[in-house]
């Protein structure tokens, strides 16, 4: 190796100066390019690689950030929505127990209803009772049906804000058609109103069979006692 060396020294001797100068700037440009090479061009790659890997996950993050953004608003108008809808509801209520409220003083009491049908019958003396039962006390309003909505489970119907029941009197009576209807006439004339549901009239005359279901409305589902 030191021979070699020697002899690389001995030839660079004998050149002239203009050799020498460019030999040596062949040199140092070699040794230039061997240190960026191995030095500072990995350096300029991996700055430029972590460079496009932070600018991805900016990108990431900005997408991420719009993505929350836009559940935000989705929130707050589900929100809103729901207010609106409860207000709407409370409204209703709010109308529906002031109606209920101006006309309870007009109604028959559940517990009234058998003994002012008979007090009215009895003034009839050509009228024949047959048969009056109390039917079962009913809502007045169905809880609507729940709609499943897609990828949930149904759930229980909603209850109506306002529960009412309907008492319902099934009466039959007999007698002339004449007096059947001046029957229904001094029902229609009490100053306590009921709600009529039903009226059949039959038979042969004179002696006619008259059917009617009458009903009035309550807050309690206890309180029609017949």
Do not use: C
């Not at 030839?11 to 050799?19: K, P, T």
């Not at 024949?128 to 149904?154: S, Y």
Request: charged share 25%.
């Amino acid at each position: 190796m030191k021979a070699r060396w020697l002899a690389w020294k001995a030839r660079f001797a004998a050149l002239a100066l203009r050799e020498r100068a460019l030999v040596t700037g062949a040199a140092v440009l070699g040794i230039l390019l061997i240190g960026h090479t191995y030095g500072v061009e990995p350096r300029t790659k991996a700055r430029a690689f972590l460079e496009n890997q932070a600018a991805q996950q900016e990108q990431a993050l900005n997408t991420l950030r719009g993505q929350v953004a836009q559940l935000q608003a989705q929130i707050a108008e589900s929100e809103k929505a729901g207010k609106a809808r409860m207000a709407q509801a409370q409204a209703t209520l709010a109308e529906l127990d002031a109606r209920l409220e101006a006309a309870r003083g007009t109604l028959v009491p559940p517990e009234r209803m058998r003994p002012l049908l008979q007090d009215v019958l009895a003034a009839r003396r050509n009228l024949k009772l047959v048969a009056m039962r109390n039917l079962p006390v009913a809502p007045l309003l169905e809880a609507p049906a729940a709609r499943p909505e897609a990828g949930k489970e149904a759930q229980a119907p909603a209850e109506p804000p306002l529960k009412v029941y309907r008492h319902g009197v099934e009466v039959v009576v007999q007698g002339g058609y004449a007096d059947l209807a001046e029957y229904l006439v001094q029902l229609e004339r009490l100053p306590q109103r009921v709600y009529w549901q039903r009226v059949e009239l039959g038979g042969e005359y004179p002696r006619m069979t008259l059917a009617f279901t009458v009903f009035t409305l309550s807050l309690s589902e206890d309180w029609l006692k017949l």
